[in-house]
């Protein structure tokens, strides 16, 4: 049973999500556009500093309070859904975990309140999967300044009006054959620092993901995020509990596919029945109930086990796989029980069709949760 | 600035609202409790005027056990402290005893300004505010979609057919909202969290020096003698275009006494 506190929260934003969000989100969808007033004022209920502590302008809650946001966002939309995720999880959680008290004070009230947004860069053009083994961006000391040059691929909230900083993952040296690999700090604005123009995404429209070029842009040598050369463990973390967090944004989609669906069944006949008379549709909208009730329940364990300090990397891998798997599932489904309307982008469904495939690719894809999984079995080459 | 804004619990207005068979009040139990809508504006103003002017926001709501859950929403949302008049002899009270509860509770906690939705979805007399500030001798400023306070002068703009009225008033006063006036925040969770540890006073009538005989259902000044249920909606009238569908919607508006 959850906690009163969450129980409100989950209510708070599901009110939030159904007044504010679901009015006006199809239209940005449809124009690629980034929602600047819903996310002001998800800024303003303090969404961005959910698991912020208080000292930093947070709200002192937990990743628990944020992956209850991310679901009951999603049940109306994955953008705005994204959005939050990817600043927080991404942006913020980083520079709370690993950074300076300086680095702290200067970035987190900012981005608790969700006036400026962070983002984190780590997938390059030449592969997301493998890394390092892909990765080709370099950062060298030079003079008190790192010299970063490099390119990134498919970085959420890099490119918005109210962006503020990118955490880039850059190669800065060697440990004998292995690359040695460190987060860098890179605020926006600065010389030698471009962002290229949005991608055409296949869903998630309404959010901002671009490609960014480094060229020979420097920042101060304090910017570098933790110690030098963890890059890659820090990372790790940071994904890991950004699973946890995207499995609560897949089982938001997932449930709202279940949410429409049974709307829709008792409004539409056809053989003079509404269509929830017949056993086909009931089975599938059963089908989608148990596929995100589990989802939940794996997301709900994973962020416990998180919590409580114990080691949680299978159970956050495996609550992404499944959770991913019933978004993507439940949202075939249910465009299929909508017919053509489904197939249109001014209903939710069309959109949750296609918001939902990027969940089994981004932040580690579900063959990637496999080879986790394995590899907590002491499966492994 | 000591401000009292007042917030009542009511049903639902997405689920359906019906009637008891036994006493012909309100079933409260039958649907989900929420805050009466306007009054998360009147919250809001409060708020606003506190962060403005300083001083402190109590809540009062009169209601049973459960409208406790309407008063953490309003402390969520950041009032100081709330005062709960909870007891089963104010049960039935009708518009008129509702107000000398409140006004009698209002007499004994203290206040600069009092703030009230200027009706509520469930009974939608909105003559709360007016039999308050009788009550209580003060001025009334109602029906507001603006409020202005400048040390103990409040003036506000009342809401018209045609437009608005400035009234202009001294504190202590009586002040009811319209939707109009702002966009109430959403609680953070900082704040749900906070208003867990928000002092809540539960009064029964006793303690507020409320005499029983003049509430409940008993002492109502009206009476529900008998009720049915809304007869099913009608087919709608249909008007076939050939060429004068506009004057013949004209017609049927003005019929209805829309234009
Ligand atoms: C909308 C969007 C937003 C994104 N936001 C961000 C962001 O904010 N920050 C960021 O850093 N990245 C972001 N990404 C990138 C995302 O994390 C990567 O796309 C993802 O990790 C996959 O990397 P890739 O695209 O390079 O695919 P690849 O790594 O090239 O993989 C291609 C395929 O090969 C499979 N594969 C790879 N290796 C193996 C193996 N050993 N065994 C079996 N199968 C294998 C993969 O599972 C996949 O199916 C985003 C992507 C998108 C589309």
């Given at each position: 049973m959850l906690g009163d506190e969450y129980i409100e929260l989950r209510k708070t934003v599901e009110a939030f999500a159904r007044e504010v969000v679901a009015p006006v989100i199809g239209d940005y969808y449809e124009r690629c556009e980034f929602p600047y007033d819903i996310v002001r004022k998800m800024g303003a209920m303090g969404l961005?500093?959910?698991?912020?502590?208080?000292?930093?302008?947070?709200?002192?809650?937990?990743?628990?309070?944020?992956?209850l946001a991310l679901e009951e966002l999603a049940r109306v939309d994955s953008s705005v859904a994204i959005t939050l995720e990817a600043a927080v999880s991404l942006g913020a959680m980083p520079i709370l975990r690993f950074g300076t008290a300086e680095q702290k004070e200067h970035w987190l009230p900012k981005l608790a309140s969700g006036e400026m947004l962070g983002a984190f860069g780590l997938t390059e053009p030449g592969g997301g999967t493998d890394v390092p083994g892909g990765m080709r961006t370099t950062a060298v000391l030079d003079g008190g300044e790192w010299v970063i040059d490099g390119t990134k691929a498919f970085i959420t909230n890099s490119g918005t009006d109210i962006t503020g900083v990118v955490g880039v993952a850059a190669i800065t040296g060697r440990n004998g054959a292995k690359p040695e690999i460190s987060t860098i700090l890179v605020p926006s604005g600065t010389p030698g620092f471009t962002v290229s123009k949005k991608y055409s995404k296949v869903g998630w429209s309404a959010s901002d993901t671009r490609e960014l070029s480094f060229s020979g842009c420097r920042v101060p040598e304090e910017n570098l995020l933790g110690e030098r050369g963890r890059g890659y463990a820090q990372f790790l973390q940071t994904l890991d509990e950004g699973r946890v967090a995207i499995a609560a944004l897949s089982v938001g989609l997932a449930q709202g596919c279940v949410d429409?669906?049974?709307?829709?069944?008792?409004?539409?006949?056809?053989?003079?029945?509404?269509?929830?008379?017949?056993?086909?549709?009931?089975?599938?909208?059963?089908?989608?109930?148990?596929?995100?009730?589990?989802?939940?329940?794996?997301?709900?364990?994973a962020a416990e086990r998180m919590l409580a300090g114990l080691p949680f990397k299978k159970e956050a891998a495996i609550a992404k796989l499944v959770s991913s798997n019933a978004a993507m599932d439940n949202a075939r489904d249910a465009t299929q029980i909508f017919g053509g309307y489904g197939f249109m982008n001014e209903f939710p469904v069309g959109r949750f069709y296609r918001d939902a495939k990027i969940l089994e690719i981004g932040e580690g894809t579900s063959e990637v949760q496999r080879m986790l999984i394995a590899r907590e079995l002491g499966l492994g080459a | 600035m000591n401000i009292v804004v007042c917030v009542k619990q009511v049903p639902d207005t997405a689920t359906e609202r019906k009637l008891r068979s036994d006493d012909k009040t309100l079933d409260r139990d039958a649907a989900d409790g929420v805050v009466n809508e306007l009054d998360e504006y009147a919250v809001e103003e409060a708020l606003r005027l506190k962060e403005a002017h300083g001083g402190e926001v109590t809540v009062l709501s009169m209601g049973p056990a459960k409208a406790t859950e309407t008063i953490r929403k309003a402390l969520a949302m950041g009032a100081d402290k709330a005062v709960h008049l909870s007891d089963d002899a104010l049960r039935g009270s009708d518009a008129l005893s509702t107000?000398?509860?409140?006004?009698?509770?209002?007499?004994?906690?203290?206040?600069?300004?009092?703030?009230?939705?200027?009706?509520?979805t469930d009974a939608r007399t909105g003559v709360l505010a007016a039999m308050l500030a009788e009550r209580l001798g003060t001025p009334q400023l109602t029906l507001a979609n603006k409020v202005e306070v400048d040390g103990s002068a409040i003036a506000i703009q009342r809401v018209t057919d045609y437009g608005y009225d400035k009234v202009e008033a001294s504190l202590p006063a009586v002040v009811s909202v319209v939707e109009k006036i702002n966009e109430p925040r959403y609680p953070s969770f900082k704040g749900i969290m906070a208003a867990k540890k928000k002092p809540v006073e539960t009064l029964a009538i006793g303690d507020a020096e409320i005499s029983a005989d003049q509430v409940g259902l008993a002492s109502a000044w009206s009476e529900v003698v008998d009720f049915a249920a809304a007869p099913p909606r009608a087919a709608g009238t249909v008007v076939k275009d050939e060429g004068d569908g506009g004057v013949k919607a004209a017609e049927f508006l003005a019929s209805k006494k829309f234009v």
């Open positions: 961005f500093g959910l698991p912020v502590p208080e000292e930093y302008g947070g709200m002192g809650g937990d990743y628990f309070a944020l992956c429409e669906s049974v709307r829709y069944v008792g409004e539409r006949t056809a053989f003079g029945n509404a269509i929830g008379r017949y056993q086909a549709i009931q089975f599938k909208i059963a089908d989608m109930e148990a596929r995100v009730h589990t989802a939940r329940l794996a997301y709900y364990h | 107000s000398y509860a409140l006004a009698e509770t209002l007499k004994k906690i203290g206040f600069d300004l009092v703030i009230l939705g200027s009706e509520s």
